[in-house]
């Protein structure tokens, strides 16, 4: 997968003024550099650990999709799974991210409510209150129908399901 290195640094996790499973505000540091994958794990690169044998044999989708999609529904145990295919296909050590890094990465240096600001209606997000983010892939299988091909697509477009990239 395109990686990208984040250096080492700070961040601050929590609220002063929030729910109280958010407080207290704390610097959290993440003390060395590490790569992360550029985008979401696609059906595309899923269906190649199926194909060679890996991923448990788990399928997260049902009916045709575009392999750009993100992979959802997968748990904890599904993601090592594949981090565990990808580590022996490469011969390169991957593993999951902490938590702490996962929010260092997600947050990109920012203080705010979310990472592109205090409203989802700021910068050039699509998302508004409401919006399903993730849902269900509907992936393809050979034989089907192009009117259940377009009813999925359809589906997927509706609940906010798009390619690896979309998004800024």
């Given at each position: ?43 595309g690169n899923w269906e190649q ?34 981090v565990s295919w990808l580590s ?57 129908l192009a009117s259940a091909f ?19």
């Amino acid at each position: 997968p395109q990686m990208v290195k984040i250096p080492a640094g700070s961040y601050s996790r929590g609220t002063k003024y929030g729910a109280n499973n958010q407080r207290p505000l704390q610097l959290i540091t993440i003390s060395n550099s590490f790569s992360v994958g550029a985008h979401e794990v696609t059906v595309g690169n899923w269906e190649q650990c199926l194909f060679e044998g890996g991923c448990n044999g788990y399928r997260p989708y049902e009916v045709p999709s575009d392999l750009n999609l993100p992979v959802t529904d997968v748990s904890w145990l599904d993601a090592k799974n594949y981090v565990s295919w990808l580590s022996n296909k490469t011969k390169k050590k991957y593993r999951l991210l902490s938590e702490a890094e996962w929010e260092y990465v997600a947050r990109a240096g920012t203080e705010t409510k979310y990472s592109w600001g205090d409203s989802l209606k700021e910068g050039r997000n699509t998302l508004k209150p409401g919006d399903e983010v993730g849902g269900r892939i509907y992936a393809t299988s050979k034989g089907f129908l192009a009117s259940a091909f377009v009813t999925a697509l359809a589906s997927m477009q509706k609940k906010g399901i798009k390619p690896v990239g979309s998004f800024v």
